[in-house]
């Protein structure tokens, strides 16, 4: 019984675990990339983004739609300096298609300029790591180089921006908070000398699983002449490696379970040696093969029954625990998340039951069959 619980337990546990993962990767990057996003199919830019956002706005289903500009700079505070990716936002826009405002961890949510040094210099928002990096804190200055549009061969400058940090974010993204920032968009077409335009545009889903049924319906709407791609396209790589691995991992802890199966086939053997008195008073008294196999398939599947109860509390148990005390952290930076998050499902756990109660079946049939074929004859002799 201690084996099935041990067995049924780390199976569940891991699954529930890499739900947990999956979940919270897929909630912290739609936070930030909504969707569905709509890139430009021909050309570089969106240049009527306005009438494009209403054209999504009005589509069933779609909460809100917002354009923005992503562009590559190099920053500079006091003391630091390093590469980022840079995007221009309608700040209201944003708000309803992304978790910016949510993720605010210090300062304001807002571009508002400000006095520095009798210049006037616009807000910026940026993650928390970046922040950390560049030895900066609200208030004070950066610079924001950007080479978009020169031609670098005639020995012109990169364009030069001030602004100052309105904002501190946390995503809980590793990679988006050391590499990203926030501009108003009117400063970044500014920066990036794109006029009236945008590069992307992003929106939000009453469902984030209705986004593949959506997308034909938006991509329709638009004549085609966009690139319209939903969030587990874009994100097709991270999800299918995450569901691979769980595949893997379900059968590789599936044989603590056939471990287990083994302990039980010795133990109804050794439970067939010491009942072979009774068994043999039983067939005596008139009992069947077919019965005495019964009895022993029944014992098996009772342990299964307990091994499996106990190994959904445990586990449930063990969930509970990591969720509430965050025992078990990562670093970061090389799992986006820094804690491992654990989510139940009652389908794993029927599943990982349905599997672990077949097992100890079939591992109970064995010694079942040799008891119910012993014969009173012998056991009468010995």
């Not at 780390?10 to 569905?36: A, D, Q, W, Y």
């Not at 940090?165 to 590499?179: N, V």
């Not at 587990?232 to 999800?239: C, G, R």
């Amino acid at each position: 019984m201690v084996g099935v619980t041990l067995g049924v337990a780390v199976v569940c546990f891991v699954m529930s675990l890499h739900n947990g993962f999956e979940r919270e990767i897929r909630s912290r990057l739609l936070g930030t990339t909504s969707h569905i996003s709509i890139f430009p199919l021909h050309h570089e830019l969106i240049e009527e983004y306005e009438q494009l956002v209403d054209q999504l706005e009005s589509v069933d289903g779609v909460v809100a739609a917002s354009a923005f500009i992503y562009y590559k700079v190099a920053i500079q505070s006091a003391s630091a300096g390093d590469g980022i990716i840079l995007r221009g936002v309608d700040l209201e826009m944003e708000k309803k298609t992304s978790n910016i405002a949510r993720d605010m961890k210090v300062g304001e949510c807002s571009f508002e300029p400000k006095m520095i040094d009798s210049d006037t210099v616009p807000g910026m928002i940026i993650g928390s790591h970046l922040a950390e990096r560049l030895s900066v804190y609200l208030g004070e200055p950066v610079w924001l180089y950007s080479i978009r549009g020169e031609d670098l061969q005639k020995r012109s400058r990169p364009r030069v921006a001030k602004f100052q940090i309105s904002g501190i974010l946390e995503t809980g993204m590793y990679e988006f908070d050391a590499q990203m920032a926030y501009i108003a968009l009117a400063d970044a077409q500014k920066l990036f000398k794109t006029g009236h335009a945008v590069t992307a545009a992003h929106l939000k889903l009453t469902d984030i699983y209705d986004a593949e049924y959506v997308t034909p319906v938006i991509d329709s709407i638009l004549e085609y002449r966009y690139d319209v791609v939903p969030w587990n396209i874009l994100h097709k790589n991270l999800f299918s490696w995450i569901a691979i691995e769980k595949k893997i991992l379900f059968l590789g802890f599936i044989l603590i379970v056939v471990v287990a199966a083994f302990s039980i086939i010795s133990t109804l053997v050794m439970l067939t040696m010491e009942k072979r008195s009774d068994i043999g008073i039983l067939k005596t008294i008139g009992l069947t093969p077919a019965k005495v196999r019964k009895i022993f398939v029944l014992n098996g599947l009772t342990i299964a029954s307990v091994g499996v109860v106990g190994g959904w509390a445990l586990a449930l148990a063990a969930a509970w625990v990591q969720n509430s005390y965050e025992l078990i952290s990562l670093p970061p930076d090389i799992y986006f998340i820094s804690y491992l998050p654990i989510e139940a499902r009652w389908f794993d756990f029927l599943a990982s039951g349905a599997v672990a109660g077949f097992i100890c079946f079939l591992a109970a049939l064995y010694p079942a069959t040799r008891a119910a074929r012993l014969s009173v004859v012998d056991i009468v002799r010995q």
